[in-house]
């Protein structure tokens, strides 16, 4: 009796040392996550601040202007923003950068063209998106714009900087999901291995492969929902710790109900992978290691 309780409040340890472990992984690896979800979408506000300006000649009418901002704003997959700036807007910007002095010298003249002021969406941020663009509203409308007008070293540059910092953040994920997998496994490992003369007496009295598989399998979905649920209440408190931190935050959150509401479809999505991965992990884990104890010869279980 004293023998079997020893050996169930053992099970139930080895069972809370698996949770933990997997939980504790799950956690760190969703704030990796997060963290590169986050990191990404300040790369693309930077991409994004980018801009060309598509220059009018001298005697285009506004309208016409006007006309191609609404084109440009109608294709959303490469144009985050297309703003038309007239002649007197155009020269308001440049006396807040430059002073009044520059056009006292001009006698009034004001040379600066009508524009339309584009910013591309992120994934088009590289030179040579920007030269197809350029080139694409250049095509039949030399008569109407005198030039696309942007900073290709700017582009170039920006371009390289983040394709880097993407494959850096590509490549530490990848090593970060490898070694988690890697210790629950190790895990999950030692899990069974303290089962395995379990194992070799279901085989002894006739128990096939799956029939012994399956209340362990069914162990590992359980351990690896109840792992997940956990690393999720985890990042919950750490998010709702950082909030509280930072009023900031807070604020502008409550001011920007799509804002909020953005951020918490984000954090479903990052849960909602969390949880997936600590149940395939586990399944997977406690899968191989149950083939491995299955099939061992019998001196080796010793």
Do not use: C
């Amino acid at each position: 009796m004293v023998m079997l309780k020893s050996k169930h409040r053992s099970n139930i340890l080895a069972e809370i040392s698996t949770v933990f472990s997997m939980t504790l992984l799950l956690t760190l690896f969703g704030l990796f996550i997060y963290f590169m979800w986050t990191a990404s979408k300040k790369s693309s506000e930077i991409k994004e601040q980018l801009s060309l300006d598509i220059l009018f000649h001298e005697n285009v009418d506004s309208q016409v202007a006007k006309m191609i901002e609404k084109q440009l704003k109608s294709k959303e997959e490469m144009v985050k923003q297309a703003t038309f700036v007239s002649k007197e807007n155009a020269k308001k910007i440049m006396m807040k950068q430059v002073g009044e002095d520059a056009f006292e010298i001009l006698d009034g003249v004001n040379p600066l063209p009508t524009s339309i002021h584009v910013n591309l969406t992120a994934d088009y941020v590289n030179p040579d998106s920007a030269e197809k663009f350029a080139k694409s509203i250049m095509k039949g409308n030399e008569h109407l714009v005198s030039e696309v007008a942007y900073n290709e070293a700017q582009f170039l540059e920006i371009g390289n900087v983040f394709k880097n910092f993407e494959l850096i953040m590509l490549f530490l994920s990848g090593t970060l999901l490898f070694v988690a997998i890697l210790l629950i496994y190790n895990t999950i490992r030692l899990a069974v291995f303290s089962k395995r003369f379990l194992l070799r007496t279901m085989q002894l009295v006739g128990a096939k492969s799956s029939f012994i598989r399956r209340p362990f399998l069914y162990r590992s979905v359980y351990q690896g929902f109840i792992s997940g649920m956990l690393a999720i209440t985890a990042l919950v408190s750490i998010w709702y710790l950082f909030i509280n931190l930072n009023p900031s935050i807070i604020v502008s959150l409550s001011m920007n109900k799509e804002l909020l509401q953005k951020e918490l479809v984000e954090f479903g999505i990052i849960a909602s992978g969390i949880l997936l991965i600590g149940i395939i992990i586990s399944f997977t884990s406690t899968y191989f290691a149950l083939n491995k104890y299955i099939w061992i010869k019998s001196e080796k279980l010793y």
